[in-house]
């Protein structure tokens, strides 16, 4: 039945191309309508002081809730929106939305915002931030921004430029998914970088593999050596908890402190653990 001629093979190809075209310019349509139907959420996931196991703030996650399709995970539909400009006023209402939960919370607590590399093209990203701080009342001392290598990668004046207003204003800068990317030290030396973030994929064999151990080690070492803060992203175990405490890492986040929740819950969190 199966017909495994050339052209048989070239039909199924042609075919699965065509599905995947129509998958994508199905979502690209959705993502359109869930901009305008307001189908876009955030979660806050505690971010805690490893030694005294106090909630430090709250990373804003973006989510999305498809009408038939259920939660829509951002790492499959934030590509989709960054190449259609869609992560421009998406990016700018998390900026505002993240902004203004923060401001309910004790004024000890900042709150945290990943940003694309697209918000950096032009002078957008320190627009957004500057808009979404006026509009909340939120003091930038109270704001972290998340950037990843991809940002630096492609790293022009304007992101150099962007970064130093940051820090001038007393808002972080925070390097995500550290070791991953094409990770230049350099970057920790001239950029304004106030925070690493170590990657999940470190902190989930630090246990168990004496690679990652060292990595990890040398990583919390060069945070403290430069006066960075430093925060374990992924952690999930008590045992990866007292590890990475015992090696001076200021901040954990992951499963094992906290998953992400709602607004509410983040308000409900931030004043118990202040209390
Ligand atoms: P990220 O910034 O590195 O965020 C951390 C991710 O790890 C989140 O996934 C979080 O839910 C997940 N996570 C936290 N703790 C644990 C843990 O203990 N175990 C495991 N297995 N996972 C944990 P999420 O929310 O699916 O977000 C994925 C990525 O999407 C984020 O990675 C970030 O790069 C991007 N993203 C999320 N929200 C935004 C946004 O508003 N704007 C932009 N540009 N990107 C966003
Ligand atoms: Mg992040
Ligand atoms: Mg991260
Ligand atoms: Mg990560």
Redesign the pocket.
């Known amino acids: 039945r199966a017909k495994t001629d050339g052209r048989g093979i070239a039909r199924v190809f042609v075919e699965e191309m065509e599905r995947l075209v129509r998958e994508r310019r199905e979502m690209e349509v959705d993502l359109q309508t869930a901009w305008r139907e307001r189908q876009f959420f955030?979660?806050y996931?505690p971010i805690v002081e490893a030694e005294s196991g106090r909630i430090a703030g709250f990373?804003?996650?973006?989510?999305w809730r498809h009408p038939e399709r259920g939660l829509v995970?951002?790492?499959s539909f934030?590509p989709i929106a960054?190449e259609t400009g869609l992560?421009l006023p998406?990016?700018a209402w998390?900026l505002t939305e993240a902004c203004a939960a923060a401001t309910a919370w004790p004024d000890d607590l900042f709150v945290s915002?990943?940003?694309?590399p697209i918000?950096f093209r032009g002078a957008e990203a320190f627009r957004q931030v500057r808009s979404a701080l006026e509009s909340s009342g939120l003091a930038p001392s109270r704001l972290e921004v998340?950037i990843?290598e991809s940002t630096l990668l492609h790293e022009g004046p304007m992101v150099r430029a962007t970064l130093e207003q940051f820090s001038e204003e007393g808002i972080t800068v925070a390097l995500?998914?550290f070791g991953t990317g094409y990770s230049s030290l350099g970057y920790l030396r001239t950029l304004s970088i106030g925070r690493i973030?170590v990657?999940?994929s470190f902190i989930?064999q630090v246990e168990t593999s004496p690679q990652s151990l060292a990595i990890v080690r040398a990583i919390i070492g060069l945070a403290r050596t430069l006066g960075l803060r430093c925060t374990a992203?992924?952690?999930?175990t008590e045992g990866q908890r007292r590890l990475l405490t015992t090696e001076g890492c200021s901040h954990l986040?992951?499963?094992?402190l906290g998953?992400?929740g709602s607004a509410e819950e983040a308000l409900r969190r931030a004043c118990a653990s202040a209390a």
């Open positions: 955030l979660l996931q990373e804003a996650l973006l989510r995970n951002p790492t934030i960054e992560i998406l990016g998390v915002v990943n940003l694309s918000q998340e990843t995500d998914d973030k990657d999940r989930e992203e992924g952690v999930e986040q992951g499963y094992l998953r992400p």
